[in-house]
C-alpha cells in the first residue's frame, strides 16, 4: 500500500522471503518437521550483501524462493535497481543487529493473533496449496513458539508501531508523508538531520538565479540577495522554541497560539554576514547584534581578529549569520567562538544563504546539535574554494568592491586587507 502510495520509480521492495535457503534433500524427506519460521532458515548474509549494494546505489539479483518445491530458482533471479528509498519486508527483518543497523526506519506491524492465524489459513490453503489441519499443526509447532521468541521480542527495536496493519490508512498515509518529504529532501539533510533547506520554490529558484548570474549589477544583487535573506532568517527563527500563549481576539474568542522567544542575539560574520543584520532587525525588533571578524591566511590558517558579543550572550539564543558557507573554516572558528563564550552549542543556529557540501560536512561532523539554514546547498568547491556553481564572491558584489581589480581573485584572500587596505 505505501508503494502503490508512492507511485514513485525512486522506491523498491525487497522481501526477506526471498532469501529463504532452499532445502537440502535430507530437509525436504523431512519438510513436516522443518521450522521455516526460525531466523536460520534465511540466509542473512545474503541479505546483508545485497542491502549493501542498494544503499551503495548500484542494482542487485534477488533470489527467486518458491514456496511450493522450498526451494530457490537456480538461473533465474529479480533484479531490483538502484533506487533512494529501500522498503524491506519481512517477518524476522528485526532479529538480526546488523540488518537492523542498515534500516532508516523501523516499522512493527502489529495484528492480533486471531487475525494472523486467519489470514494464515486463507493464505496457505488458497496460494500455497496446503490442507487446514497442516496449516494449523505448522502454526502449533513453529509458528506460534518463533512469534514469542523472536518476532515479538524485536517489537521494542521499531520506531514506530502501527496497530490494525493494512487497515490503517492514516499510518500509511503518514509514512508516505515521510517518504516524500525525505525524497524532497537534498541528500545532505538526509544525512544530517540538523540541516535545513528552506523548502524551493519558483520564486525562490528566480531569486537564485538572479544573484548567481554574472551579469547582474550590484543593485539587483543586493535587492534579490536581501528577499533570500528575508526568507532564511524566517525560516531560521522558526527553529527557536516557543511557549504557548492565549490571546482574547476583539470578537471575545481565545485564540491560542504561541509567544515568540526571548533571549535572542545575532552574530554576524563581518563583513558578508553584516548583509543579513537588517532581515534579522526586520523581524526582531531591538534584538541586539554582536559580531566577529575572521582573517583569512591561506588555506587553512584562520585567526580571530575582532569579536563584540553582548556579555550575557551565554544566555541567549544565537543567530549565527553569514551569507556563504564553503569551506567551513570561518564557521569553524566563529562557533568555537560562541562556545568558548558558554553559548550552548544547541542553542546555535547558523544562517546562511549557500552552502557547499564540504561545509556542511565540516560544520555539522564538529557540531551535530548546532542547526543549519540555507537556501541551497551546491555541488561542490573548486580547487580555490570557490563556491561552485556559486554566486562569487558575495561580499564583493554586496558591497560593490567587486571591480578594484586583485580583490575579485580569490587566491589567498585575506579578509582583512579588503577591509584594512
Ligand atoms: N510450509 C511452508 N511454510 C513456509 C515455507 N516457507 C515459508 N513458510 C512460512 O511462510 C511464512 C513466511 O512467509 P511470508 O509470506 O513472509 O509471511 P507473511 O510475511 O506473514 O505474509 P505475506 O504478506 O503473505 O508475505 C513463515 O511463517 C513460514 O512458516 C515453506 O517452504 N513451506
Ligand atoms: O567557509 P569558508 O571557506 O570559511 O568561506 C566562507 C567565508 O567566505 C566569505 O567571506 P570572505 O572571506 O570572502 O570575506 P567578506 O565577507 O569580506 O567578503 C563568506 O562570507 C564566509 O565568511
Ligand atoms: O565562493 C565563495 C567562497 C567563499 N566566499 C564567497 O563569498 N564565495
Same mark, same amino acid.
Given at each position: ?14 522481501n526477506?522471503?526471498s532469501?529463504?535457503? !532452499? ?13 521455516? =519460521? ?9 541479505l ?9 546505489? /548500484?542494482?542487485?539479483?534477488?533470489? @527467486?524462493? =518458491? ?5 530457490? &530458482?537456480?538461473?533465474?533471479? $529479480? ?9 524491506? /519486508? ?22 492480533? *493473533?486471531?487475525?494472523?492465524?486467519a ?33 515479538? #521480542? ?34 545532505? &539533510?538526509?544525512? %544530517?538531520?540538523n ?6 520554490t +519558483? ?12 551579469e ?7 535587492? %534579490?540577495?536581501?528577499?533570500? @535573506? ?8 522558526g ?27 545575532g552574530?554576524s ?5 553584516e ?6 532587525r *526586520?523581524?526582531?525588533?531591538? @534584538? ?5 571578524l ?22 541567549r ?8 558557507? *564553503?569551506t !567551513? ?5 566563529a ?15 547558523f ?5 557547499? #557540501? ?8 564538529r ?8 537556501? /541551497?546547498? =551546491? *555541488?561542490?568547491?573548486?580547487? /580555490?574554494?570557490?563556491? @561552485?556553481?556559486?554566486? !562569487?564572491? +558575495?561580499?564583493? $558584489? %554586496?558591497f !560593490?568592491?567587486?571591480?578594484d ?5 580569490? =587566491?589567498?584572500?585575506l ?5 584594512l587596505?
Open positions: 500500500m505505501i508503494i502503490q502510495q508512492l507511485h514513485d520509480h525512486r522506491v523498491v521492495l525487497v526477506q522471503d532469501f529463504y535457503r !532452499g532445502l537440502t534433500a535430507e530437509e525436504l524427506a523431512h519438510v513436516q518437521e522443518y521450522n521455516f =519460521d526460525h531466523p536460520d532458515a534465511f540466509d542473512t548474509e545474503q546483508l550483501d545485497c542491502i549493501n549494494t542498494l544503499k551503495r546505489g /548500484e542494482p542487485v539479483q534477488i533470489p @527467486i524462493y =518458491d514456496f511450493k518445491t522450498h526451494q530457490r &530458482c537456480t538461473d533465474t533471479f $529479480r533484479k531490483v535497481n538502484a533506487a533512494d528509498v529501500v522498503i524491506l /519486508e519481512g517477518i524476522l527483518v528485526f532479529h538480526d543487529r546488523r540488518v537492523r543497523g542498515l534500516m532508516n526506519m523501523k516499522i512493527f506491524v502489529d495484528t492480533d *493473533a486471531d487475525v494472523r492465524l489470514r494464515r489459513i486463507r493464505r496457505d490453503t488458497v496460494e500455497r496449496g496446503r490442507d487446514i489441519n497442516n496449516v494449523l499443526e505448522q502454526y502449533a509447532k513453529f509458528v506460534k513458539p518463533a512469534f514469542d521468541d523472536f518476532v515479538l #521480542p524485536t517489537k521494542k527495536c521499531a520506531d514506530v508501531i502501527i496497530p490494525r496493519g493494512g487497515d490503517n490508512h492514516v499510518a500509511i498515509d503518514l509514512i508516505v508523508q515521510h517518504i516524500r518529504t525525505k525524497l524532497g529532501q537534498h541528500d545532505l &539533510c538526509k544525512i %544530517y538531520s540541516v535545513y533547506v528552506i523548502q524551493s +519558483f520564486q525562490i529558484r528566480g531569486m537564485h538565479t538572479l544573484i548567481r548570474d554574472r547582474t549589477m550590484k543593485h539587483d544583487f543586493v535587492f %534579490y540577495a536581501d528577499r533570500l @535573506i528575508r526568507l532564511v532568517v524566517e525560516h531560521g527563527l527553529h527557536l522554541p516557543f511557549t504557548e500563549k492565549q490571546v482574547i481576539t476583539p470578537t471575545g474568542s481565545v485564540y491560542t497560539g504561541v509567544d515568540f522567544c526571548k533571549q535572542l542575539c552574530v560574520i563581518i563583513r558578508s554576514g548583509s543579513m543584520e537588517n532581515a534579522l *526586520a523581524c526582531c525588533k531591538g @534584538i541586539k547584534i554582536g559580531k566577529i575572521i582573517h583569512r591566511d591561506g588555506d587553512n590558517g584562520k585567526q580571530l581578529i575582532y569579536e563584540k558579543l553582548p556579555r550575557d550572550i551565554a544566555e539564543h544565537v543567530l549565527l549569520l553569514d551569507p556563504v558557507l *564553503a !567551513g573554516n570561518s564557521a569553524v572558528q562557533i568555537e567562538l560562541l562556545l568558548q563564550k558558554g553559548v550552548p552549542e544547541a542553542r546555535i543556529i544562517l546562511n544563504l549557500i552552502s557547499a #557540501p564540504e561545509g556542511i560536512h565540516v560544520v555539522c561532523r557540531f551535530p546539535r548546532l542547526k543549519i539554514v540555507t537556501s /541551497e546547498i =551546491d *555541488a561542490a568547491l573548486n580547487e /580555490e574554494y570557490r563556491v @561552485i556553481p556559486g554566486m !562569487g564572491e +558575495f561580499g564583493d $558584489r %554586496y !560593490g568592491t567587486d571591480d581589480g586583485p580583490d575579485v581573485i580569490y =587566491d589567498t584572500p579578509k582583512m586587507s579588503r577591509h587596505n
